[in-house]
């Protein structure tokens, strides 16, 4: 039998790593499957919690610039949003992985299960310019330990207890620091189903607040200038940031539901000095043109 080759349209190409970062592993470490896991229907989350719009922060919060339409779903190419003097940070420009021959989009007519059948690390947005990479999370595959990371000491437990039960197939991340200081980090959890991906959001208790704290959180609400107009389509994001008084660190963060995928972006600002919201909400619109 001759192996299948990736289908590979003119237009698409894989993104390239960061500077710095070794390279990926041919093959996921699985992540173990409970025997007794079972799906469950999804539920529903009560309260979607407002969206920015990728057409708001294209066309000049914070300053002037080109405007790129990356809120059209046809497109393929996303752009960085670099524009000089308004704080964004300066990203490669993207493109969407080649598919495996005969694989649809997640969101396509032909994919009703909504399944991210691109390699997961090709999903994961590259650092902007001037990032020093994270040593741990290179953009490859990642231990269900490394994801625990995120969370406080005292909830990681809890939540292993919840992956065990949604049995992710695996866990994709990126990592790096700016010259201010700001650390992002992007995880990306790809599930055997969407009712596992959903289910895995409601269990973090996200929604209409941010669910199980973060590492080096204390009291998260609901991000106000989070937009609801023109999100993307299929895509649902619940975004958060560290109200004051807050500690030694100031963090953002926002979970968003793709189809199979779950990703937690983060990003954290040291020395009581609050993260910026600009480079935070590009890095989330982009990551989530890329998952949709």
């Known amino acids: 039998m001759t192996p299948e080759k990736d289908e590979a349209p003119p237009a698409l190409a894989p993104h390239p790593l960061p500077e710095g970062a070794p390279p990926l592993p041919d093959a996921p470490p699985l992540v173990p499957v409970a025997a007794d896991a079972a799906p469950r229907p999804p539920r529903r989350v009560l309260r979607a919690v407002a969206r920015w719009t990728a057409a708001a922060l294209a066309f000049g919060v914070l300053g002037t610039g080109t405007a790129f339409g990356i809120a059209s779903l046809e497109r393929t190419d996303v752009p960085g949003l670099a524009t000089e003097g308004d704080g ?7 493109s969407l992985p080649p598919l495996p021959v005969g694989s649809p989009r997640p969101f396509s007519p032909g994919n009703p299960a909504e399944i991210h059948h691109a390699d997961l690390r090709e999903l994961l947005l590259p650092a902007p310019a001037g990032a020093k990479p994270d040593k741990k999370l290179t953009g490859g595959w990642i231990s269900t330990e490394t994801f625990l990371d995120a969370y406080r000491e005292q909830d990681r437990r809890s939540v292993a207890q919840l992956l ?10 990126r990592g790096w620091t700016m010259p201010d200081g700001t650390t992002s980090r992007i995880y990306l959890v790809r599930f055997n189903s969407t009712a596992f991906a959903s289910r895995m959001i409601d269990d973090l208790n996200v929604g209409s607040s941010a669910g199980t704290p973060l590492a080096r959180t204390d009291t998260t609400d609901i991000d106000a200038t989070w937009g609801s107009a023109n999100d993307l389509e299929n895509l649902s994001s619940f975004v958060f940031a560290e109200q004051a008084p807050f500690g030694a660190e100031h963090v953002r963060q926002a979970y968003t539901l793709a189809g199979d995928t779950m990703a937690l972006v983060v990003h954290e600002r040291p020395g009581k000095r609050e993260t910026a919201l600009i480079p935070f909400q590009q890095t989330l619109i982009l990551q989530n043109q890329l998952l949709a």
């Open 88 to 94: 964004r940070w300066d990203y490669p420009e993207l």
């Open 164 to 173: 065990k039960d949604a049995a992710p197939r695996h866990i994709a991340a």
